[in-house]
Nanobody, 116 residues
């Protein structure tokens, strides 16, 4: 059974930091492109960042220089370090795993709220 479980969300003040983690099971983790998406209230789910199998990364323009995605193939986890958080970063954040062969899997999502 495939499981993606996000953790580390919560409430943080503007300018603060949070690190999200996604623990996976049931997939050949190293063969997947891992990503983080977010969905703000009333908006569509959008890509935040992804990391390829070879470690190459891509970020949405809105988070470049503030967020860092990383993966640990030994622990089957992917993390998203978020710094200099802004109120507009408030959203439900989703972990995503994709491969050409197996398709896509999603976590249930975790709330991040940036507010004073």
């Amino acid at each position: 059974q495939v499981q993606l479980a996000e953790s580390g969300g919560g409430l943080v003040q503007p300018g603060g930091s949070l690190t999200l983690s996604c623990e996976t099971s049931g997939i050949g983790f190293s063969r997947y492109v891992m990503g983080w998406y977010r969905q703000a209230p009333g908006k569509q789910r959008v890509l935040v960042a992804f990391i390829n199998r070879d470690g190459r990364v891509h970020y949405a323009d809105s988070v470049k220089g503030r967020f860092t995605i990383s993966r640990d193939n030994a622990r089957n986890t992917v993390a998203l370090q978020m710094t200099s958080l802004k109120p507009e970063d408030t959203a439900v954040y989703y972990c995503n795993a994709e491969s050409e062969i197996s398709g896509a899997y999603w976590g249930q999502g975790i709330q991040v709220t940036v507010s004073s």
